[in-house]
């Protein structure tokens, strides 16, 4: 049941990815990112803080950004469904942010409005390895606006690998 779950959200993302780069506005696109990855505990995070993250990323000729995905939260069942406008590279990790459109079943850590950020590190081995790829996430409240990664990175700055959520089923692709 689960896998026919993962099959299915994989296949939406990327039929949404298709269908966005065979219509003519996005006709130019250039695949940044995409993946999906089960995330297990991290320091901060202790068991059973178990996470899924799906994924895609895309720049348009013109330079803007756009992508979308879902973070679950395995121990309630909540999830959130975000969009991605921003993004940079800090060595091998991808940055990215933008708002978190819908939320279900929220803790209250995740509200509609929020910017929702993650990094992503592939371990570039395109799911060909035992090493698994990591990933964080994160919030801004809504009450301080919308902001880039980039305003996100200059007051945060980069995050320390060891606090990044090692996966445990899945992979990410950087193009």
């Not at 049941?1 to 219509?23: E, H, N, P």
Request: net charge negative.
């Amino acid at each position: 049941m689960i896998s026919i779950r993962k099959l299915s959200v994989c296949s939406a993302l990327v039929a949404a990815f298709l269908f966005g780069t065979a219509s003519q506005s996005h006709a130019q696109t250039t695949p940044i990112a995409n993946g999906h990855l089960k995330g297990g505990p991290t320091p901060v995070a202790p068991a059973p803080s178990i996470i899924d993250l799906t994924f895609f990323l895309v720049e348009e000729s013109d330079g803007s950004v756009f992508g979308s995905g879902k973070l679950t939260k395995k121990s309630d069942g909540g999830w959130i469904l975000f969009d991605l406008n921003s993004y940079v590279f800090v060595g091998d990790t991808l940055y990215a942010a933008g708002p978190i459109t819908h939320t279900h079943n929220s803790d209250g850590t995740f509200q509609v409005g929020d910017t929702f950020f993650m990094a992503v590190e592939d371990n570039g081995d395109g799911g060909n390895s035992t090493d698994m790829d990591a990933f964080l996430e994160g919030v801004v409240p809504a009450a301080f606006g919308p902001m880039t990664i980039q305003e996100i990175l200059a007051i945060l700055g980069p995050a320390p690998s060891e606090i990044f959520r090692q996966g445990i089923l899945g992979n990410f692709r950087f193009h």
